[in-house]
Each structure stands twice: as structure tokens, then as C-alpha cells.
């Protein structure tokens, strides 16, 4: 079955820096695009950033110039590099994809930002 394991959450202060790393199992990696979201406290989640199959990428406005995501497909792993964090990028942030028709989520990892 497909699992998705987010790791390198944590605490950081504003203007600092983050990797989060998704490893996948259980399915062909390189062949689906590859998503993070992320959800605050009280907010609906929201996408973070897209890459697809091909490495094309998209960017919410709110992270763009800030946030870089990237897949190693021959380690199965996506991430997300986060510099120039703000306290408004707290949030839970999940890895997610789409693989014949159903959704796949991570569990998360927390990630705080103080000021």
C-alpha cells in the first residue's frame, strides 16, 4: 500500500531555515506529481507547492521566492526546502499525491515559527 512519512519538522525562528522530507513507498514515485500542504490552527488546509512528474512546479503566492520543492525519485523521497520562514508559515504541512484516482496523505510535521 502507498505511504507517505514526513520527517524535519520543528521549531525555528522567524528568518530561518527548514528541510522537510516525505519518504514513499508503495508506488512507482517518479511517475506522480507530488504535493505539500499545509494546515494552521483553525484554517483549512491549503496547497503549499506542486511538483510533477516532469519537475515542473507551482508555488502558493504566499511562499513563493521563499520555498523550494524538489524529488529524488531514485530515493523515492520529496522535499521542501523553507528559508526566510515567518511565524504565519506555522502550520502542520502534509505530503500528498494522487495515484490511480485516490488520494494519499502523510501524517504530518509540525512546524513553528517564532517571532
Known amino acids: 500500500q502507498v505511504q507517505l512519512v514526513e520527517s524535519g519538522g520543528g521549531l525555528v525562528q522567524a528568518g530561518g531555515s527548514l528541510r522537510l522530507s516525505c519518504a514513499a513507498s508503495?508506488?512507482?514515485?517518479?511517475?506522480?506529481?507530488m504535493d505539500w500542504y499545509r494546515q494552521a490552527p483553525g484554517k483549512e488546509r491549503e496547497l503549499v507547492a506542486e511538483?510533477?512528474?516532469?519537475?515542473?512546479?507551482y508555488y502558493a503566492d504566499s511562499v513563493k521566492g521563499r520555498f523550494t520543492i524538489s524529488r529524488d525519485n531514485a530515493k523515492n523521497t520529496l522535499y521542501l526546502q523553507m528559508n526566510s520562514l515567518k511565524p504565519e508559515d506555522t502550520a502542520v504541512y502534509y505530503c500528498?499525491?494522487?495515484?490511480?484516482?485516490?488520494?494519499?496523505w502523510g501524517q504530518g510535521t509540525q512546524v513553528t515559527v517564532s517571532s
Open positions: 508503495g508506488l512507482t514515485f517518479g511517475s506522480y506529481a
Open positions: 500528498a499525491t494522487r495515484a490511480s484516482k485516490v488520494d494519499y
Open positions: 511538483i510533477s512528474s516532469g519537475g515542473s512546479t
